[in-house]
């Protein structure tokens, strides 16, 4: 899988993934870790409601040091990649966005 390669380029301590109950990315991330024995955090929503998920992405932000975005051709930037993003920007944590199919 592309975004697996992408991650071998870091030295990743520790993933923060959104939990997001479609799957996708999130999942990816979550799995990735488990197989490189990484630990791995995951901010699930505590609901469905738009506050909930900026709840869980403001986790996300506040327990990382860098932010690997994933856009895919089908979702693109995501309303949750692209808040998660720039509240990353806002708090000055550095950001790199990969494109994987």
């Known amino acids: 899988m592309r975004m697996f390669l992408i ?12 939990a997001c109950p479609l799957g996708g990315i999130d999942s990816w ?5 488990k197989l490189k024995g990484i630990p791995v955090t995951e901010f699930a929503p ?12 403001q986790k996300i932000v506040d327990n990382c040091d ?13 309303t949750g990649s692209k808040m998660t993003t720039n509240m990353a920007i806002a708090k000055g944590i550095p950001i790199k966005i990969y494109f994987v199919e």
């Open 29 to 33: 991330a979550a799995e990735y870790g």
């Open 7 to 18: 991650l071998n380029r870091y030295t990743i301590k520790h993933i923060v993934s959104g």
């Open 66 to 78: 860098g932010l690997i975005v994933f856009l895919t051709k089908r979702y693109g930037l995501t």
């Open 46 to 57: 505590k609901d469905s409601t738009s506050e909930a998920f900026r709840e869980r992405n």
